[in-house]
């Protein structure tokens, strides 16, 4: 009998599996069941519902064009139902041919149910036969917008509102206030709008390039536009949390009102991102300034939390302060630390005192955590873990899966972002809560979100084009159990999606198209390279001659491809004959030692070229692309090649990377030795590099000519610049010294 009962449950879930893999449903929902047959909605279907459905039930009719009726017995019928027993945001659909029947405990529920609906129905109106019950992973499920950087009018956010909701995303996290701008209108405060909003210039290119634009930048929102878009967000069961930066991020505050800091100014807004190391100052003025803030935002939001920023807070004014200093002595607080979680403590207490709490980014663990805090974690999942383990809330927002200002594609075919590469697979393999926490502790996750910063992304088209369609990995993410989870069941479904994103006029990118390489095997004067699709059911054509591939070209089998001379490989998505994404490029060089291992004497760090062999598998790094460099950190290059003794060399040569804003700085000097007996070694070159604390990045390329040289050994040192000069903001930590392809002619 329970053998039997096993075969029947796992008959459910076979047929719940194919069901929704037949569907472009995202999220994916929890169970569903389908048959042969549709429910169709005509002019004749009404819609009947109980109180706490009825917005939603007229949004169906209006949507539709359709009828309400108070008859819950006739056919051609879609019912909202009432099931209190069902959990907050959770619901149920049954289809069948006469009628749809809709439960959920809650608003929210039906919402959700709607949102589904609106997927499965087909362009001329019908529904598949099926039954469906669904609730989410995770309570908290959002996106974070950053305004401060580059502003956002109130259309694009209401429009943002409008995705989220469809895909089931429930938390708006508002970054309104920081170094490079103050959006929202304090009435108390008028000059934080007045000066604060409106900086100077703003830097165009890359950070390291350090080049500004020239004209005025600014932008806010008034409580007005507040308030109009908080009460659209509640029509979409989206809660919007405002996040007020203290006690760092504050320029543009400091700038309006420059009492509140320790030098007392005076500042300006500022016009380059990165990091200020002017923070509030925690006198009792800047105490009661913040409280007055936070009461008019919290009047303004209905939200229960109230995001603190705490983030990225240098002590350096408060230690250079003689006021900070006393009141850590005062207070017994031991350092600056301390210092900083006294300050968020005294934010915490008063906004809990106003039925509030705060959230705050995980640097708010540092000299202890506020007793009502949660804490979001997004260097890595560390302090989301530390957090859980203290009994407090967290929120997973890692950089390493959920920063939607990193690159998804190749940086050559992308526009200009921050840095990172985080395509759409990476996004999805993220489980927001770790292995590391207990079953109990694994409760404290409450929530998972994407975060968008916007130093680099200037107009709402380009924030779509960042957001999505990475976001439906994250709604996936929060509301899909990991069981069910699949990557290229996935990505069918994302791509079933673009139809809907066209309706919401959503400019999405198409870099989950994006084909990878990985060097498959490397020897002497050759390498074998794979090509990666992302979409399994398209096949990759591919060019070895520098020419974009088309239907003509070879397509790429699993057996790889061979590379024994220079080549360019172009290679492209094609699915329905039809081309897909961009074209993906890779130039291959080859050399004399090309595919040859090498031995190597300092620690390897986390940027290992991608490979055993970086340093010569004939691929060159680029300034946009960290990942194909070898980088070692503080340490010199030693880098020892065993050749054969026989074949002639006439020139060496070898790449380093300048980026200084990234800690990267060129080596003092390179050195090239030979061994013609494998023992003693001749130096056959040294070239010392202008150290001048250039900002842009750029390469530097390094070769040798020598005459015809047969050698068994091969030396290639480099010094490390060593400790970061004074004028650097990391002055006296380690600096990297980054190297890549060495080549032999």
Not at 309 to 314: S, V
Not at 384 to 396: N, P, R, T
Not at 585 to 606: A, L, M, R, V, W
């Given at each position: ?33 389908t048959q042969e047959g549709f429910f169709t909605i005509n002019s004749d279907t009404k819609v009947i519902s109980n109180t706490d459905a009825l917005p939603i039930a007229n949004l169906l ?352 075919s992308e526009p200009l972002a921050i840095g990172g590469f985080l395509p759409l697979d990476k996004t999805y393999s993220f489980d927001p809560i770790p292995s590391e926490l207990t079953e ?306």
């Amino acid at each position: 009998m329970r053998l039997l009962t096993y075969l029947f449950l796992a008959l459910i879930l076979s047929t719940t599996i194919q069901a929704q893999e037949k569907t472009s449903l995202i999220p994916k929902v929890m169970t569903m069941e389908t048959q042969e047959g549709f429910f169709t909605i005509n002019s004749d279907t009404k819609v009947i519902s109980n109180t706490d459905a009825l917005p939603i039930a007229n949004l169906l009719t209006e949507n539709f064009g359709l009828d309400q009726t108070f008859d819950p017995n006739i056919e051609n019928l879609i019912s909202f139902q009432n099931a209190p027993f069902f959990e907050n945001e959770a619901y149920s659909i049954s289809i069948t041919e006469e009628r749809v029947i809709i439960k959920a405990g809650s608003g929210a529920g039906h919402f959700y149910a709607f949102q589904t609906l609106l997927q499965l129905i087909t362009a001329d109106q019908k529904l598949p036969l099926s039954y469906i019950e669904d609730k989410p992973r995770l309570a908290y499920r959002g996106l974070m917008l950053d305004v401060s950087r580059h502003f956002m009018p109130k259309e694009f956010v209401k429009k943002l509102i409008d995705v989220m909701a469809f895909y089931k995303l429930n938390t708006l996290h508002w970054h309104l206030t920081d170094d490079q701008g103050w959006r929202i209108e304090i009435k108390q405060y008028p000059k934080l709008t007045e000066v604060g909003s409106v900086r100077s210039e703003s830097m165009i290119g890359h950070y390291s390039d350090e080049k500004y634009d020239g004209k005025p930048y600014g932008g806010f929102y008034t409580q007005d536009d507040i308030k109009e878009i908080v009460a659209y967000a509640e029509t979409k069961f989206v809660t919007i949390i405002p996040e007020i930066e203290m006690p760092g991020h504050a320029v543009a505050a400091l700038s309006s009102y420059p009492e509140l800091g320790c030098s007392g100014g005076p500042y300006k807004v500022r016009s380059e991102w990165g990091v200020a190391t002017d923070v509030f100052c925690p006198y009792e003025e800047t105490f009661t300034f913040l409280e007055n803030v936070l009461s008019e935002v919290m009047a303004l939001f209905p939200s229960k939390y109230i995001h603190i920023g705490g983030d990225e807070c240098p002590k350096d004014s408060w230690k250079a302060s003689e006021f900070c200093q006393n009141l850590i002595k005062e207070k017994d607080l031991g350092d600056e630390h301390g210092l900083q979680s006294y300050f968020i403590t005294r934010i915490d207490e008063f906004v809990s005192s106003k039925g509030k709490k705060i959230i705050g980014w995980d640097e708010i663990l540092e000299g202890g955590l506020s007793p009502n805090a949660t804490v979001m974690s997004w260097r890595g999942v560390a302090g989301g873990i530390e957090a859980a383990k203290q009994g407090h809330d967290v929120i997973m927002t890692p950089n390493s899966h959920l920063y939607l200002d990193y690159y998804q594609g190749n940086p050559d075919s992308e526009p200009l972002a921050i840095g990172g590469f985080l395509p759409l697979d990476k996004t999805y393999s993220f489980d927001p809560i770790p292995s590391e926490l207990t079953e109990e502790e694994g409760k404290f996750i409450v929530g998972v979100q994407g975060n968008l910063w916007t130093e680099y992304v200037t107009t709402t088209e380009q924030a779509e084009y960042m957001y999505f369609p990475r976001a439906l990995a994250v709604a996936e993410v929060g509301w899909t159990t990991d069981r069910t989870k699949n990557y290229s069941n996935f990505a069918e479904r994302v791509q079933s999606q673009f139809k809907n994103l066209k309706k919401f006029n959503i400019n999405y990118s198409q870099s989950m198209y994006s084909i990878t390489m990985d060097l498959l095997s490397g020897e002497k004067g050759k390498v074998k390279v794979a090509l990666n699709s992302p979409i399994p059911s398209a096949e990759i054509r591919f060019n070895t001659d520098g020419t974009a591939p088309t239907l003509t070209s070879p397509v790429y089998t699993n057996k790889g491809i061979e590379i024994s001379k220079n080549a360019e490989i172009k290679a492209r998505l094609f699915q329905d004959d039809e081309p897909l994404g961009h074209v993906f490029s890779q130039s291959i060089i080859i050399n004399k030692i090309t595919g040859s291992d090498y031995k190597s004497e300092f620690k390897p760090t986390k940027y290992k070229g991608g490979s055993s062999n970086a340093l010569t598998n004939g691929i060159k790094g680029s300034v946009n692309r960290l990942e194909e460099w070898v980088g070692i950190n503080g340490e010199n290059l030693n880098v020892v090649f065993e050749l054969d003794g026989k074949t002639k060399f006439s020139k060496i040569s070898l790449s380093f990377l300048h980026a200084p804003s990234s800690w990267i700085m060129l080596p003092k000097s390179v050195t090239i030795s030979g061994s013609k007996d494998g023992i003693n070694y001749q130096k056959l070159g040294e070239f010392s590099i202008d150290q001048e604390l250039n900002p842009e990045s750029r390469l530097e390329n390094v070769s040798l000519k020598i005459k015809g040289k047969k050698l068994k050994k091969l030396k290639i040192e480099a010094t490390n610049f060593g400790p970061l000069p004074a004028n650097h903001p990391g002055k006296g930590s380690p600096s990297w010294l980054f190297v890549d392809e060495i080549e032999v002619e």
